[in-house]
């Protein structure tokens, strides 16, 4: 058995056990994904489950004191716009639709990878043109960021890579899942661009296994969080998503074990997160988690791994760079209601058929070997 | 008519090696193989996927030495398509919507680097093209040859 295949079946036999779900009192909307628009219906959780389950629309009880949204960005990849002017354009597009929304948005969170190789002219470009927003916005840093100069430019823009804040209700966390990589580049006497080269190669086999929580990050999550009802809601925000999918291209957090250790008194966690760059859901013991879209490109599903319980994403058209990425909306209702919504670029969000989903056409990868012969 | 059925006979009755002097011209046959000359074989496929996989990983020194310009916008291969997934070469070739034609593998590569990577289009038998190919192969072989599938 490889190693991927253990840490699978122990996910599955420590998170996935009988009877243990996100709060019961879920209720998931069955929603068509058009852009700017959506069609409602309603579905129980049984039905769901039956069904497909849905992405977008979440409960959660005793949430909001007013009904309130806020928006996320990511992945937007920035390169300086001499080079690729795609992403800027795209970056560009999602401030203005976040800025357009009506009622406006409470917040933004940016969910990390606003550059591409961490250069300060990438990190600048990116705080202009999320300028278009005026509402308040928080950061996380994704990998893409980090590793050029191992966050000195990104702390200097935003801050705190970690933070927790209180709104209408609901206890919000932005975890740093990326400045915790494993020291690869000292011994092999790296330059700051070879280190940040190969963090930016989603697979690469040098960086290894660097997207983790941390144990003084959890020891501060853990104390963030203890003195909050168990019952009330914790949406919280990282560049990875915080269970394991596909370790090789870092769709996990290495200390998942120990994430859900802390969480797991909290029957009311919602996890949102970037870097995957693909429509995802999964449930891991009572925490939700949502994958978000970057604007800049999506990232194909792995070839194992993809949470049974997401519905995929359509095959993208390789020819529309406004093909599969997007930005998301959530909502807050008065109901207690959180709702996410995909604004993909393109009518359909979601596979209609076997067809449309890439991976109906099973493959068999094998990692790459260039970046580990020397000199490398 | 009567030569095949003669070389059966020998065949039946003569160690292989005798028979590879006995049927076809001189000179058509291979010597036995050896583990070293298999093992150089090898070496030389597994320097195209090395070669391959720099490329396809848009490493621009290798671009440079093999003289193709295969991304202009930053994007390469490889971030769309880690460890090449959703390439799925076995499934070519195959009437390919984006280009609206019976397309091969190298024609889909051409596409991808003239269309999202707005780099410069190849021949069909360059070194990189090969290349490109034997790594793509490569990370793929143990998918199961499905030509004609969408
Ligand atoms: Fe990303
Ligand atoms: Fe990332």
């Known amino acids: 058995m490889s190693e991927l295949e253990r840490d699978r079946r122990e996910i599955a036999a420590v998170l996935q056990q009988p009877g243990v779900h996100p709060d019961p009192s879920l209720r998931i909307t069955r929603r068509t994904f058009v852009h700017r628009s959506c069609v409602v219906g309603a579905a129980t959780v049984a039905e769901t489950f039956a069904w497909w389950p849905l992405l977008n629309t979440l409960d959660i009880a005793y949430a909001a004191e007013a009904p309130f949204k806020f928006a996320w960005i990511s992945d937007t990849h920035l390169y300086p716009k001499s080079l690729n002017t795609r992403f800027v354009e795209k970056t560009v597009r999602a401030a203005k639709e976040v800025q357009a929304m009506s009622p406006p948005a409470d917040f933004l969170i940016f969910g990390g990878d606003l550059a591409q190789l961490g250069k300060v002219e990438e990190l600048e470009l990116g705080v202009e043109i999320l300028k278009e927003i005026n509402i308040r916005k928080v950061y996380i840093p994704g990998e893409h960021d980090w590793y050029l100069d191992m966050g000195k430019k990104w702390g200097e823009l935003f801050g705190q890579p970690h933070w927790t804040f209180d709104h209408k209700g609901v206890r919000f966390v932005g975890l740093d899942t990326v400045s915790r990589g494993p020291d690869y580049w000292t011994a092999r006497k790296m330059s700051p661009e070879e280190r940040m080269g190969h963090m930016a190669t989603l697979d690469g086999t040098v960086a290894g296994a660097w997207a983790g929580v941390g144990r003084d990050q959890l020891d501060w999550l853990q104390k963030t969080l203890a003195n909050w009802d168990r019952n009330r809601p914790v949406v919280i925000f990282s560049h990875n998503p915080l269970y394991e999918y596909y370790p090789p291209w870092n769709f996990w957090v290495r200390d998942w074990r120990e994430v859900n250790e802390v969480l797991k008194p909290y029957t009311k966690v919602t996890n949102i997160h970037g870097h995957t760059h693909q429509v995802l859901y999964n449930e891991i013991g009572t925490m939700r988690s949502i994958g978000m879209l970057a604007t800049s490109w999506p990232w194909p599903y792995a070839p194992e791994g993809v949470p049974k319980l997401t519905k995929p994403m359509i095959r993208v058209d390789p020819g529309d760079h406004f093909d599969g990425v997007g930005w998301a909306k959530i909502d807050v209702s008065a109901q207690d209601k959180v709702e996410a919504e995909y604004i993909m670029w393109r009518k359909q969000v979601f596979a209609q058929s076997p067809d449309d989903y890439a991976k109906s056409i099973p493959e068999v990868l094998r990692p790459r070997i260039a970046d580990n012969i020397w000199p490398y | ?150």
């Open chain 2, 1 to 150: 008519m009567t030569a095949p059925i003669t070389r059966f006979i020998l065949f039946r009755a003569t160690p292989a090696v005798a028979l590879a002097v006995l049927v076809g011209p001189a000179g058509a046959h291979k010597d036995p193989v050896t583990p070293q000359l298999l093992n150089s074989y090898q070496q030389v496929f597994m320097e195209q996927v090395r070669k391959g996989d720099l490329l396809f990983h848009g490493d621009a020194a290798t671009e440079q030495a093999m003289d193709v310009v295969l991304s202009k916008t930053g994007m390469a291969c490889a971030m769309c398509h880690p460890m090449t997934a959703d390439t799925h070469p076995a499934t070519f070739p195959k009437y390919q919507a984006q280009m609206a034609k019976f397309a091969t593998l190298r024609d889909m590569i051409n596409w991808c680097i003239e269309k999202p990577n707005q780099g410069e289009k190849i021949a069909d038998d360059s070194e990189a093209m090969k290349a490109l190919e034997a790594y793509i192969y490569w990370s793929q072989s143990g998918s199961v040859l499905n030509p004609g599938k969408f």
